[in-house]
């Protein structure tokens, strides 16, 4: 049963290029969530898509945005790309059908975006 | 605002030595909360977990209660081993269908042999 699945493992951009980071669900997952996890911190929350549309969303500029597919799969694009978008990209997948708030998340092992 | 405060680290102990991190967070209503653990160049992994006050979740000797009165949930092991050595993040989360989820700023753990 494979987990979250995210592409790539590691990025290098520079400032003012765009990115697309890209996330499988774990199987039977139909929720997705990004964060993002700057050296030395916790995971910032993104936003969260389900049934391909966005639910919530944190505190982030309209650079950032998603989407999510029919098969549950997601994508997080970053816009004019700053020095300060250097993380790591988390993506965690969770059941809303099933109980939902009872449904711990998933997290995959994450995109290292490098912006020079 | 919902927002999560945990020890800075990083914490340093002997094998076998007793592990408390403290986590206390500031919410309304009624959170879940979690405690998840990161091990170099991976994503996290759920430890434990917590869905309503005086509930103690465990896992692989870990323990953590949920404290309403304090609004903590301190991570407790009695004896911690090498393999134990990671970065440790307690999180709540809020939200009736839709859940967010709040990390604290994460705590190293580095334990000698």
């Known amino acids: 049963d494979a987990g979250v699945t995210q592409s790539p493992t590691h990025l290098i951009k520079t400032r003012g290029q765009q990115v697309t980071l890209r996330c499988s669900p774990k199987s039977g997952h139909d929720t997705v969530s990004w964060y993002q996890q700057a050296l030395g911190q916790g995971p910032q929350f993104i936003f969260q898509y389900y049934e391909e549309e966005e639910r919530q969303r944190g505190n982030f500029p309209d650079r950032f945005s998603g989407h999510q597919f029919p098969n549950y799969s997601s994508e997080l694009n970053v816009n004019a790309l700053l020095l300060g978008d250097s993380a790591l990209y988390l993506c965690?997948?969770?059941?809303?059908?099933?109980?939902?708030?009872?449904?711990?998340?998933?997290f995959g092992d994450g995109t290292r975006l490098s912006i020079l | 605002g919902n927002s999560v405060t945990q020890m800075e680290g990083p914490v340093t102990l002997s094998e076998e030595a007793f592990l408390t991190i403290n986590c206390t967070y500031t919410a309304t209503g009624y959170p879940s909360l979690f405690w998840y653990v990161q091990y170099p160049g991976e994503g996290l992994q759920l430890l434990l977990k917590a869905t309503k006050a005086d509930d103690k979740g465990s896992n692989k000797g870990f323990e953590a209660t949920y404290r309403k009165e304090t609004t903590s949930f301190h991570l407790e092991k009695g004896s911690v081993q090498v393999s134990d050595s990671a970065v440790y993040f307690c999180?709540?989360?809020?939200?009736?269908?839709?859940?967010?989820?709040?990390f604290g700023s994460g705590t190293k753990l580095n334990v000698k042999p």
């Open positions: 965690a997948s969770s059941n809303q059908g099933t109980g939902g708030n009872n449904q711990p998340q998933h």
């Open positions: 999180a709540l989360r809020k939200g009736n269908n839709f859940n967010k989820f709040y």
